[in-house]
């Protein structure tokens, strides 16, 4: 039984311009202990992806389109009740955001606030309640837990405001953590801090990781599986190394020749031209071929399924088996097979 | 913390000189003699004569302003000349009707910071339902009511047409601050009487401040509730009552606390009227009186009090405003 | 045939248009100018030897006859040759006049202060009776017509001199109208201008204004104006107004100061420092239009300030003297009737709650049109 299971997860906006599907037919798959990085630019739908597993976008769980399934070890999350899903909130899915500044309540101590959660979370009051919160900012590298749990968020830097986040994350003990951008409002060197220490916690506690970035080397350094997302939609999923090996889907190519790397020194700098679309109006056909350098005129009217890329395995009648090693794209130009037909 | 006391104690310290002198000159500089300004009305010349020695007036004006900055610092305002008060100094006059100034004015100051939070709060927490719409209506209205009119208006209800159709347990009386009679009542007899009588002046001051409180809560809890940190404490599985009302209440009641500071001199305001209304005796009753009594000394010793109480009551808003904001309490620290 | 259709009936164009606001509003405003001028047509021929007020009355019955005409024809006009509609103001205040329209309850607000304005031109018109007609004093006088209950002859009642209530409220909005926009016109004028100064200046002149205006804010304003009044007893309407605006200076100099110092560090503040711009010339001509925005929102809610302030003064006995009455002096007069005759008491009240109703609405309004990220907080 894997740990998280997503099928067909649509979760639609009430906007003032109409309403927005920014999360429109998601699938994904995480194993216990797992690490997936979500990949996609800002509008893609990382964040409310990650919102909907805990039932918190922003303008409540109904909107969650029916028909949408999150598998937690095989319970069911979407229409669960609010009893359930607060147990859940915390106490087995943790979610960390991508503003520690703004993030963190800035008139209660973060003492305060990671006692709240270990409060909800287990069983330790009292004297234990603190010493466990003294031992979970000391767990994240706060040094002299003891006594800054003392202060307020605003005495903190941006880095160890994160660590605080991680280890209220923690208190409940949750058995999946989801980080939205963790690192993005950071410096580059506390960057890799943070990231370490999301990477090393993760394989301590062997807590599932899900890891939501705009940017493939954030991701890559960390996690096992890689999920491409763009325009409300998984356009290519796989392993790591093979996806960045071998990237099947313009996008995904976008994506990588769009930051230079070190050893890549000879390819220019080549940015996707133009930026998403409005979540409002989707473009007909595939969603990213207004953007695409390798259209071609069957990509405006029909869009393409997530099919597996090799025939590895005959899939019996699309149902989708432990999907670790699988690799799958969404593109007209891997194959005139495709299509659904 | 105490450096932000110490700072903001030294910063009213000029602003209450500067209202002294405002006091001052604006009686004073008045076209024409100020004795025969608030001259009690048919006297003679001598007596004249003797009153401007008596004010000091036939001093130089810069002695004059001395003395009077002198007598700020001392209480010491000189005596009033209304035949009411005759010969007795401003500052017991003043003193003998401020504590039931201070009792209206504390009570619906109090009550009208709760009644206005909570209704704001609520409003916020249902934003956009028709209960929403309706409290809306009835925070603008009590907003834009002109006081003395709602003063006039529920003690029409309260009182007059109380007294005449209902009897008793609807019925408070309009005037006054006590039942003629009410010294042979016994101790808790007598709260409950007081209590009585404070009922319309203290009801009709908290409506009018609640409505203004209450659209500002709203307002403000409304920028609230969209904070990342309100997104945090729902992550972490609280109830959402509680992070309204833990995480959402204590960030949005901070401005409501500014707000205490900009509530002040309208409150004042406030009761000058009410007072006037329901003849309670307090301060804005007494200057008033004073005026129309042409009881100068008084006049001169009321203003500065009540320039100097708004400025007592800034200085406390300050305050408080590090006490529930840390981050305040720091940038002065 | 078609584009002179504006000229058969204002509004007409409009409404075929199917823009049935517009229309409705103009149409109903000729109307309702004709009847008053058709329905009054003896106190309209009267008026032209008349006094002061019956000329400014009669002056806007027929401006505005004419205007909502010429109006109409004009605005289908220009929709025809395909400018749209006439521009409202210059471009910048463009956006915030749609936010404003679109925003229901303020347009209501808008439309309740144009209705209180109007009526208050056209008093000598539209009020049934003289304000201090006592009927039952005149000689051969009836003496029924004191206290009377509202009624057809009487809609609001009549008073204890047998005064007809509702045109003594009509006589009243002069002063009560007239004070508030008088008083905040100086007090925008002044406290605009010491703030801009204040603000570009900063330094020492900085200091001296935002410590003056520290004083004067420390005081209750009722309780200063009072102290004013009483220096100048009995007051003037020019005192009254002088008194207000002075209570009223301080809130607009600390806004507009708050708003050219932000101003300031703005790109083309320096751009126009860089063209070699004077400082006078920045000042008025880049940095205090700026201001003009939120000054408007401050003015509108002073404006509603300065209604109640005037009511409370006069209700004290310490309002203008001589002339008509007022608002607030009317619910002074009635609150000694209130068991059995409401009526006196109420009505100035109702009268004070409308206006400043509006001017809240309005101010409320403007301030979410500036302000467009508070449009969640934007209530009724």
């Known amino acids: 039984m894997s740990l998280l299971e997503i099928r067909n997860l649509r979760t639609h906006l009430a906007v003032p311009g109409g309403i927005a599907r920014a999360v429109d037919g998601v699938d994904l798959d995480l194993g216990e202990g797992g690490t997936v990085g979500v990949v996609g630019e800002s509008g893609s739908g990382k964040t409310l992806l990650a919102l909907s597993i805990l039932g918190l976008p922003p303008g409540g769980p109904d909107q969650i389109i029916d028909g949408s399934s999150i598998r937690y070890r095989g319970e069911e999350l979407v229409g669960v009740g609010n009893k359930r899903l607060r147990e859940i909130r915390g106490g087995e899915i943790a979610m960390i955001f991508q503003e520690p500044m703004t993030s963190l309540n800035p008139v209660f101590t973060v003492g305060d606030q990671v006692r709240e959660s270990v409060g909800l979370h287990t069983s330790l009051r009292g004297r234990a309640g603190k010493e466990e919160v003294v031992r979970l900012l000391g767990e994240v590298g706060i040094p002299d837990p003891s006594a800054r749990m003392r202060d307020y968020p605003h005495q903190f830097s941006g880095g160890m405001r994160q660590r605080v986040m991680i280890a209220m994350a923690l208190a409940g003990k949750p058995s999946l953590l989801i980080a939205d951008e963790p690192t993005t409002a950071l410096d580059v060197t506390i960057e890799a801090q943070i990231l370490d220490l999301i990477k090393e916690t993760q394989t301590r506690l062997g807590m599932g990781l899900l890891l939501i970035s705009h940017d493939l080397r954030t991701v890559s350094k960390v996690c096992e599986r890689l999920v491409v997302l763009y325009a409300g939609r998984v356009v290519e999923s796989g392993p790591t190394a093979e996806v960045l090996a071998s990237p099947k889907h313009p996008y995904t190519r976008g994506l990588m020749g769009s930051r230079l790397s070190m050893d890549d020194r000879r390819k220019s700098l080549r940015p996707i031209p133009g930026e998403v679309p409005e979540a409002t109006s989707w473009p007909r056909g595939c969603r990213f071929h207004p953007r695409c350098g390798e259209m071609i005129p069957r990509c405006r009217t029909r869009e393409p399924d997530l099919l597996p890329l090799e025939a590895a395995a005959p899939d019996s009648g699309g149902a989708v088996g432990p999907t670790t090693g699988v690799r799958k794209a969404r593109c007209w130009l891997l194959g005139e097979t495709g299509g659904g037909a | 913390m105490r450096s932000l006391v110490f700072r903001r104690t030294l910063t009213a310290i000029p602003l209450l000189l500067g209202v002294a002198t405002l006091v001052f000159f604006a009686l004073s500089l008045a076209p024409g003699d100020p004795a025969t300004l608030f001259y009690p009305i048919g006297a003679s010349p001598e007596v004249l004569d003797q009153l401007r020695r008596s004010l000091g007036l036939d001093d130089p004006l810069l002695v004059r302003y001395f003395k009077w900055l002198l007598g700020c610092l001392t209480g010491d305002f000189g005596v009033s000349l209304s035949p009411r008060y005759y010969q007795l100094p401003v500052r017991d006059v003043i003193l003998g009707v401020l504590p039931n100034t201070l009792l209206l004015a504390g009570c619906s100051l109090f009550l009208a910071f709760v009644v206005g939070s909570l209704v704001g709060v609520f409003q916020a927490t249902r934003q956009g339902s028709l209960i929403d719409s309706v409290l809306s209506g009835c925070t603008l209205f009590f907003y834009s009511v002109p006081s003395f009119w709602l003063a006039v208006m529920l003690g029409m209800f309260f009182s007059v047409k109380a007294e005449a159709f209902w009897g008793w347990p609807v019925f408070f009386p309009a005037s006054g601050v006590a039942s003629p009679g009410a010294d042979s009542l016994s101790t808790w007899g007598q709260v409950l009487d007081r209590a009585h009588h404070l009922f319309l002046p203290c009801l009709t001051l908290t409506l009018v401040m609640a409505g203004g409180i209450a659209r500002y809560v709203r307002t403000s809890m409304l920028e609230v509730v969209r904070q990342d940190y309100i997104r945090t404490a729902r992550a972490k599985g609280l109830p959402e009552s509680r992070v309204i009302l833990k995480h959402g209440l204590r960030n949005g009641l901070i401005p409501v606390v500014t707000l205490f500071g900009a509530y002040f001199p309208i409150l004042l305001s406030g009761t000058v009227l009410i007072e006037y209304v329901f003849t309670w005796p307090g301060m804005g009753r007494l200057m008033v009186d004073s005026v129309l009594a042409r009881d100068y000394p008084v006049v001169l010793g009321g203003t500065f009090l009540f320039g100097a109480a708004v400025v007592v009551g800034n200085l406390l808003a300050d305050l408080l405003y590090g006490v529930v904001d840390p981050r305040i309490r720091d940038a002065h620290g | ?380």
């Open chain 3, 1 to 380: 045939m078609g584009r002179w259709i504006g000229l058969v009936l204002p509004g007409l164009p409009q409404l075929l248009r199917r823009e049935a606001f517009k229309g409705t509003s103009v149409l109903l405003l000729w109307l309702g100018l004709l009847v008053v001028g058709l329905t009054r047509f003896d106190r309209v021929t009267a008026a032209f030897d008349g006094g002061l007020h019956d000329r400014v009355a009669l002056l806007t019955l027929f401006i505005g006859l004419i205007g909502a005409w010429w109006w109409s024809f004009r605005d289908d006009r220009s929709h025809r040759i395909g400018r749209g509609e006439v521009p409202y103001g210059s471009g910048a205040g463009q956006g915030v006049w749609e936010a404003f329209r679109r925003n229901r309850m303020a347009v209501l607000g808008l439309g309740i202060i144009l209705t209180l304005y109007l009526v208050m031109l056209l008093t000598p018109f539209l009020a049934p009776f003289e304000p201090e007609l006592r009927e039952a004093y005149q000689p051969g006088g009836d003496a029924s017509r004191i206290l009377n209950p509202p009624s057809v002859r009487n809609i609001m009642g009549t008073d204890q001199y047998s005064q007809d209530v509702f045109s003594r409220i009509l006589y009243g909005a002069r002063i009560s109208l007239s004070i508030g926009l008088l008083a905040v016109g100086i007090s925008v004028t002044l406290g605009g201008l010491l703030g801009a100064i204040a603000g570009y200046l900063g330094g020492r002149i900085d200091w001296v204004i935002m410590r003056a205006v520290d004083v004067v804010m420390a005081f209750p304003k009722l309780v200063l104006i009072i102290v004013i009044v009483a220096v100048f007893f009995p007051a003037s309407l020019f005192v009254i107004v002088v008194a207000l605006a002075f209570t009223q200076w301080p809130f607009m100099a600390r806004m507009v100061r708050g708003e050219i110092l932000s101003l300031k560090e703005r790109e083309f503040t320096e751009a126009a420092r860089a063209l070699g711009f004077s400082r006078r010339r920045i000042l008025f001509r880049h940095l205090l239009p700026n201001a003009v925005g939120p000054l408007t929102v401050v003015a509108a809610l002073g404006i509603g300030n300065a209604i109640v302030l005037e009511a409370g003064l006069s209700f004290l006995g310490l309002g203008v003297q001589g002339g008509h009455t007022s608002w607030g002096k009317m619910v002074f007069e009635g609150r000694d009737f209130l068991l059995d005759e409401w009526w006196i008491a109420t009505f100035p009240g109702l009268a004070i709650v409308l206006a400043v109703l509006a001017f809240n609405l309005v101010g409320d309004g403007l301030r979410d049109a500036l302000d467009p990220r508070q449009g969640g907080g934007a209530g009724p």
